[in-house]
């Protein structure tokens, strides 16, 4: 089945899009596909699609660039935004989501030969009750894939079971990846004034490649907690700096 031939609006190969007050009801997968688009704006969109309902992103982004997501409310059962392999200056503001599984760059790194993702900024978004809040995800196989300049500002969390999370060992199942380390280089991100409740003890979580560490993640201003307690937080294989209001205590 080919994802891409489900999704209920796509752009192929477009450039100069505008896509305003639109409402997608329960589509059959993608909500939204933008494909190797160039400048496009995305803004007061509702797309709406039962939580567990299997791959019914929202937005669906690849190979595109200049592209901006504002104002919009995604209630979904997969990603509310996911940013696939080739995307560059992304930029999303004022986006609330849940039910769903956060806003979230990958799955990366399923090819060999794959282009990165570079300066995305995420600003002002509220998720509620989702799985992740803002996610990085890479699959544990070989990979020229990359990760590099992103920037999360100014993120509510509302019983979020992973508000803050990379996973560089992405392998469901174990299935087509064992005994893999990940190729993808994540670099380069920061994370600022982001606050709210978790729905799990451990808040912030990097499990990095060993194969390729992760480095430059910044930290500054996290406020998450657990059952009305500070939350921990989880390092594997990252490195970066930590200032400012920090709960959980960062593991950098």
């Avoid at 089945?1 to 059959?28: C, E």
Wanted: with cysteine.
């Amino acid at each position: 089945m080919n994802m891409y031939l489900l999704q209920t609006l796509g752009f192929y190969h477009s450039q100069n899009i505008v896509i305003s007050k639109l409402r997608s009801l329960n589509s059959q997968m993608f909500h939204m596909l933008l494909y190797s688009c160039k400048n496009a704006k995305i803004q007061g969109v509702s797309i709406v699609a039962p939580g567990l309902s299997p791959n019914t992103d929202g937005i669906h982004l690849t190979y595109s660039t200049g592209i901006t997501i504002l104002s919009s409310k995604i209630s979904t059962g997969d990603d509310c935004v996911s940013i696939g392999p080739g995307n560059s200056n992304i930029w999303i503001e004022k986006v609330v989501c849940g039910p769903g599984h956060g806003i979230s760059i990958g799955s990366l790194g399923w090819e060999r030969e794959e282009p990165g993702v570079q300066n995305v900024t995420v600003k002002t978004t509220t998720f509620v009750g989702t799985t992740n809040g803002l996610r990085i995800k890479a699959w544990a196989r070989s990979s020229n894939g990359f990760v590099n300049g992103v920037y999360f500002k100014g993120a509510t969390m509302m019983n979020v079971k992973f508000p803050i999370i990379i996973d560089g060992n992405y392998c469901p199942n174990n299935n087509n990846c064992p005994n893999e380390a990940s190729g993808v280089k994540i670099s380069n991100v920061m994370y600022e004034n982001v606050h709210g409740t978790s729905a799990t003890r451990v808040a912030v979580k990097f499990d990095c490649s060993k194969g390729n560490p992760c480095s430059g993640i910044v930290l500054k201003d996290v406020d998450l907690k657990f059952g009305g307690q500070p939350a921990n937080s989880s390092c594997l294989y990252a490195a970066g700096t930590a200032s400012g209001l920090l709960q959980p205590t960062s593991c950098l």
